[in-house]
């Protein structure tokens, strides 16, 4: 894991905010499974490659669920379960144990498919409903059965509920409860057959989706063995996987294969998520150098600077970027490390190969955001800050910023390079930008303020200044 977290395969600085929302709307959230892990406990990860792929899985399917428009981001977890949830209408979660245990890109593909029916569906709205229609029916029970035991104290009986009682507000809770499952476990189904119709809409199999869910059924067989199915969030997974089999043998699409372009950059991610996250030698043994292909070669290039630093690392990477000249990516790796490793040459070494990376792939706004680290740190170098370098570092930084409108850390990097340049209204906008997406409110209010003192009233600085005084809210 890389600690910058513009750079790939990262864990950003937290946003409270943002984490806290994420892990009180989970307990209302709509899942693979029952429970889904704490947003807080493993952190976000971002890396520019496995996004861009996973944009590549979800736009089809967010076409053929009318919601193109609605923005909808793919966030990973850094939990080794298997698993996807929603918290929202525009954020789908899924963990990255899900992309590693997924052999093909079907299988993760069907997952976005189910999720998405949730939100197409507007599930989680529905359920906050059925919730707050099931505690108004439980404490109506209460106040009746309190009101009861009242009557029968003034009649001699005590002034307790009594067993009798205590009885009725239990089974009345139980009822409660069983209402909001019922309703989930139909949500569930719904999603299923709605994932169903958005992969038959785009000529995908729905194998990926049945084999996910039958890879959760082997997983769940002994705890559900002798579950009461009334008192389960999900259908039961056999019968789960019964309705599901139905369906997707109707498909036309059924014994649809995915491409071996999208196989192979499958491939490469779970290579990828292994190079990080498992151990060195774990790597060595899933990808022993008798394997030559190009997913091996990644995840040991990986491990070999996690492992050996850049003297392992450099020879691995360049012979990867002869074998594909065109893979952005890899010279983003390259100048990721070279950039972490922290020595001026170093940093100095890392900005061409992000430089070529950024030709390669000019919308990856986390490459932008990397690369300017690079250059910010390099205009630092010598005893007068480099201007040119700093330029270039603050244009690039403006352009990602545009995608990437939440990054604290990019905010608090363009406020330190206007700094050094002397513009001090934009160092406290941006600033001010960095602090909201902290949870920082009063010192974003503060720095607000007075950058807004120095912008022409109602020009775009002076509204962004504004809004963060006004907290106005932004979607993240």
């Given at each position: 894991?890389?600690?910058?977290?513009?750079?790939?395969?990262?864990?950003?600085?937290?946003?409270?905010?943002?984490?806290?929302?994420?892990a009180f709307l989970a307990?209302?959230?709509?899942?693979?499974?029952?429970?889904?892990?704490?947003?807080?406990?493993?952190?976000?990860?971002?890396?520019?490659?496995?996004?861009?792929?996973?944009?590549?899985?979800?736009?089809?399917?967010?076409?053929?669920?009318?919601?193109?428009?609605?923005?909808?981001?793919?966030?990973?977890?850094?939990?080794?379960?298997?698993?996807?949830?929603?918290?929202?209408?525009?954020?789908?979660?899924?963990?990255?144990?899900?992309?590693?245990?997924?052999?093909?890109?079907?299988?993760?593909?069907?997952?976005?498919?189910?999720?998405?029916?949730?939100?197409?569906?507007?599930?989680?709205?529905?359920?906050?409903?059925?919730?707050?229609?099931?505690?108004?029916?439980?404490?109506?029970?209460?106040?009746?059965?309190?009101?009861?035991?009242?009557?029968?104290?003034?009649?001699?009986?005590?002034?307790?509920?009594?067993?009798?009682?205590?009885?009725?507000?239990?089974?009345?809770?139980?009822?409660?409860?069983?209402?909001?499952?019922?309703?989930?476990?139909?949500?569930?189904?719904?999603?299923?057959?709605?994932?169903?119709?958005?992969?038959?809409?785009?000529?995908?199999?729905?194998?990926?989706?049945?084999?996910?869910?039958?890879?959760?059924?082997?997983?769940?067989?002994?705890?559900?063995?002798?579950?009461?199915?009334?008192?389960?969030?999900?259908?039961?997974?056999?019968?789960?996987?019964?309705?599901?089999?139905?369906?997707?043998?109707?498909?036309?699409?059924?014994?649809?294969?995915?491409?071996?372009?999208?196989?192979?950059?499958?491939?490469?991610?779970?290579?990828?998520?292994?190079?990080?996250?498992?151990?060195?030698?774990?790597?060595?043994?899933?990808?022993?150098?008798?394997?030559?292909?190009?997913?091996?070669?990644?995840?040991?290039?990986?491990?070999?600077?996690?492992?050996?630093?850049?003297?392992?690392?450099?020879?691995?990477?360049?012979?990867?970027?002869?074998?594909?000249?065109?893979?952005?990516?890899?010279?983003?790796?390259?100048?990721?490390?070279?950039?972490?490793?922290?020595?001026?040459?170093?940093?100095?070494?890392?900005?061409?190969?992000?430089?070529r990376a950024l030709e390669?792939?000019?919308?990856?706004?986390?490459?932008?955001?990397?690369?300017?680290?690079?250059?910010?740190?390099?205009?630092?170098?010598?005893?007068?800050?480099?201007?040119?370098?700093?330029?270039?570092?603050?244009?690039?930084?403006?352009?990602?910023?545009?995608?990437?409108?939440?990054?604290?850390?990019?905010?608090?990097?363009?406020?330190?390079?206007?700094?050094?340049?002397?513009n001090i209204p934009q160092?406290?906008?941006?600033?001010?930008?960095?602090?909201?997406?902290?949870?920082?409110?009063?010192?974003?209010?503060?720095?607000?303020?007075?950058?807004?003192?120095?912008?022409?009233?109602?020009?775009?600085?002076?509204?962004?200044?504004?809004?963060?005084?006004?907290?106005?809210?932004?979607?993240?």
């Open positions: 894991m890389t600690k910058p977290a513009a750079s790939p395969i990262s864990t950003p600085p937290a946003r409270p905010r943002h984490i806290v929302r994420c307990l209302l959230s709509l899942a693979l499974i029952a429970a889904p892990a704490p947003v807080h406990a493993a952190g976000l990860i971002r890396d520019a490659e496995i996004e861009s792929l996973l944009r590549d899985y979800s736009r089809p399917i967010f076409k053929a669920a009318e919601l193109s428009r609605q923005n909808i981001n793919i966030h990973l977890i850094g939990e080794r379960s298997f698993n996807a949830f929603i918290v929202d209408g525009r954020n789908i979660f899924i963990h990255v144990g899900t992309l590693m245990k997924a052999e093909t890109p079907n299988q993760v593909i069907g997952v976005i498919a189910h999720e998405t029916g949730h939100i197409a569906g507007g599930h989680l709205s529905r359920l906050r409903q059925a919730m707050s229609r099931a505690r108004t029916t439980a404490m109506m029970l209460r106040v009746l059965i309190l009101a009861a035991t009242a009557a029968g104290a003034a009649a001699g009986g005590g002034a307790t509920v009594g067993a009798a009682g205590a009885g009725a507000l239990m089974g009345g809770e139980g009822l409660t409860q069983r209402y909001v499952l019922s309703y989930r476990r139909a949500e569930e189904s719904a999603a299923d057959q709605a994932g169903i119709s958005y992969l038959n809409a785009t000529r995908q199999s729905a194998q990926g989706m049945l084999d996910t869910f039958a890879f959760l059924a082997d997983q769940a067989f002994g705890s559900l063995k002798y579950a009461d199915p009334y008192l389960q969030s999900h259908p039961l997974p056999q019968q789960r996987i019964a309705n599901l089999r139905e369906l997707a043998r109707e498909s036309p699409y059924f014994k649809q294969r995915d491409s071996a372009d999208l196989q192979i950059r499958h491939d490469m991610m779970r290579a990828k998520l292994s190079g990080f996250l498992d151990n060195p030698q774990t790597v060595l043994n899933r990808y022993p150098k008798s394997d030559q292909s190009f997913p091996a070669r990644y995840a040991r290039t990986i491990a070999s600077y996690r492992h050996s630093g850049l003297v392992a690392f450099l020879p691995q990477i360049d012979a990867l970027i002869r074998a594909q000249p065109d893979n952005p990516y890899f010279y983003e790796l390259k100048g990721q490390f070279l950039f972490k490793s922290g020595s001026p040459s170093s940093i100095r070494a890392a900005i061409k190969p992000l430089r390669l792939a000019p919308d990856e706004a986390l490459i932008r955001i990397l690369l300017a680290q690079a250059l910010f740190a390099q205009s630092q170098n010598g005893e007068r800050v480099d201007s040119v370098i700093l330029d270039e570092a603050i244009s690039n930084l403006r352009t990602a910023l545009v995608k990437e409108s939440c990054s604290a850390l990019g905010y608090r990097q363009l406020a330190s390079a206007y700094a050094l340049k002397n160092a406290r906008l941006a600033s001010a930008n960095a602090y909201q997406y902290e949870g920082k409110n009063e010192l974003a209010k503060r720095q607000a303020k007075d950058a807004k003192k120095s912008f022409l009233p109602g020009s775009s600085d002076w509204l962004k200044a504004d809004d963060i005084v006004n907290l106005k809210p932004r979607n993240c």
